[in-house]
């Protein structure tokens, strides 16, 4: 077990550490989304996908590069996620919470079986941006700078949703509409358009995760169907009540998964489902969870 | 779920209810339509197996309200069991198929204590994550034999005079534990503990104020869900001769949500009917790909948003019967 290079150890902790970034944007899309909606949206992996596929498009057809990619992928696919609220989940309010999971499943069955028809299961490379190319030199390893960046990235926007949800007069408008819908509306807000851009929030945040993982994961049509549910695992271990809670849950499961690699490569893959089991034995409600 | 459910109780005394004429006209056109070969035997036979296992994934949604969206598990880990014991061990059939069966109640009794923990969305994902964790473990283990599978499972002799080797009698043995196995679920959701489950669902603090230690009913209900779904994977490796990872994916736990919202949920036929249009829709559209997935997709959605009662649950409500 003494044996394992530091090098190994700090370059699986950096893979830790990216995953967890996905893990973090993902999981903190889901509980937004959660709040509002009431809805658990399967389609989240669908859509990280997508969005992948989006910055792949407007390279590939537009000639825009990921700069613009970062920021024209979320906003499309943000959009496109409103336009799924207003025509479908809007329908669902008022129903059983599984309709909007059912639905939801559907919609990801969709996606990822027509990008499978014309994809197939293989990956697209994408390039890393010029400016994000070469590497660190950090004396104990060597630091990737699009690595470094998508971390630092990640870290940022996280961040900057847990300030916006929770230290601004719009953020408190949203929580107070989590809630208390009703109640919101007869101040004069206007509570549907809310959730509507909620969902564009959330599936925007997943679209931004999948134009990061696209330059380190290559495009494929298969990128989110199995990460969602591991997603889903880190949203039970930190609770959905929490939106720091899902940040931080999502690199510490990240950072976990990374060090199992290292120490027992076969249990890396089950190793976020172990952790949820033990969590479920001792803290049903999650490590950050409120108790219903 | 309880706005699709139906929660009428059978009149006692009534003679042949309506659930039990339609169970007769069911057995005869199974029992005729095989033999005569009009539809490929084995096509009823594997949907038979996916409506036994529709069967007893809608004893908790229908029934108790849980949704389990790992329901595969349970499928995959039976047809493990039955097949490592009928290949490696050359046990009987109907020692196969308990063992099958057993193994999945025993997984059903580990994994319903977590999942039984949460409630509502947090119960779907929980059992989600599991089962992708018993998917990893068999793609991993080594009696599984990875993306192979079990193959050539020899079939035998039932209690040593069946020969399912024979096509007829295969067929018809597995037609008899679909009906035994029907009859039992009917006989739980119409008896004493089936109406504890009911009540459950409908208003749980109000089951738990009554006395009722609604989670050791949940769990009673999952276990048995877990037995009669490892029955279906069981019976399932038995006539496809072969066990994969296919039935542990995520897709099949999936898939017989889809067969059961189609059909109607909470409805005792609705599982078995939608289990036979999906399997036809997959046979059909079995050439074009990744279009069945399309095609899935498709179909929960429009059942969410515009056919939450099923087929069967629509027939019942036109008709005003318990179907």
Known sequence: MFNISTQALFSQLLVGLINGSFYALLSLGLAVIFGMLNIINFAHGALYMMGAFCAYFLLSIAGLGYWWALVLSPLIMGAFGMFLERTMLHRLAGLDHLYGLLLTFGLALIFQGLFQNYFGSSGLPYAIPQELTGAQNLGFMFLPNYRAWVVVFSLAVCLATWFAIEKTKLGAYLRAATENPSLVRAFGVNVPRMITLTYGFGVGLAALAGVLAAPINQVRPLMGGDLIIVVFAVVVIGGMGSIMGSIVTGFALGLVEGLTKVFYPEASNTVVFVIMALVLLVKPAGLFGRTA | ?323
């Not at chain 2, 050359?90 to 057993?102: D, K, M, N, R, T």
């Not at chain 2, 109640?105 to 039984?116: F, H, P």
């Open chain 2, 1 to 323: 779920m309880t706005g699709a459910a139906i929660t009428t109780i059978p009149a006692p005394g009534a003679g042949l209810n309506t659930e039990m004429k339609v169970f007769a006209v069911m057995a005869a056109v199974l029992a005729l339509i095989g033999p005569t070969g009009i539809v490929y035997p084995y096509f009823i036979m594997q949907a038979l197996c996916f409506a036994l296992f529709a069967c007893a994934f809608n004893l908790l949604i229908g029934f108790v309200g849980l949704l389990s969206f790992g329901h595969a598990m349970f499928l995959g880990t039976a047809g493990y069991a039955s097949a490592h014991a009928a290949k490696v061990w050359g046990v009987a059939p109907e020692v196969s198929i308990l063992f099958g069966a057993a193994a999945s109640a025993l997984l059903g009794v580990l994994t319903g204590l977590l999942a039984i923990r949460r409630q509502g969305i947090y119960f779907s994902m929980i059992t989600l994550a599991l089962a992708q964790m018993i998917y990893f473990f068999y793609l991993q283990a080594k009696f599984t034999h990875g993306e192979d599978g079990i193959q050539g499972v020899p079939q035998g002799k039932m209690f040593g005079l069946l020969d399912l080797t024979r096509p007829m009698t295969l067929y018809f043995v597995v037609l008899a534990v679909f009906l035994l196995a029907f009859l039992l679920i009917y006989r739980i959701i119409n008896s004493p503990f089936g109406e504890i489950l009911k009540a459950i669902r409908e208003n749980e603090p109000r089951a738990i104020s009554l006395g009722y230690k609604a989670d050791q009913y949940k769990l009673a209900a999952f276990v048995l869900s877990a037995a009669l779904a490892g029955l279906a994977g069981a019976l399932k490796a038995l006539v496809a001769q072969n066990a994969s990872l296919t039935d542990a994916h995520w897709k099949m736990s999936g898939e017989v949500v889809l067969m059961v919202l189609v059909g109607g949920l909470g409805t005792i036929y609705g599982p078995v009917l939608g289990a036979f249009v999906i399997i036809a829709m997959q046979q059909y559209l079995a050439g074009i790909g990744q279009w069945v997935l399309v095609a899935q997709g498709v179909i929960f959605v429009a059942c969410v948003l515009a056919f939450r009662r099923g087929i069967v649950g629509e027939i019942a409500h036109r008709l005003r019967v318990a179907l």
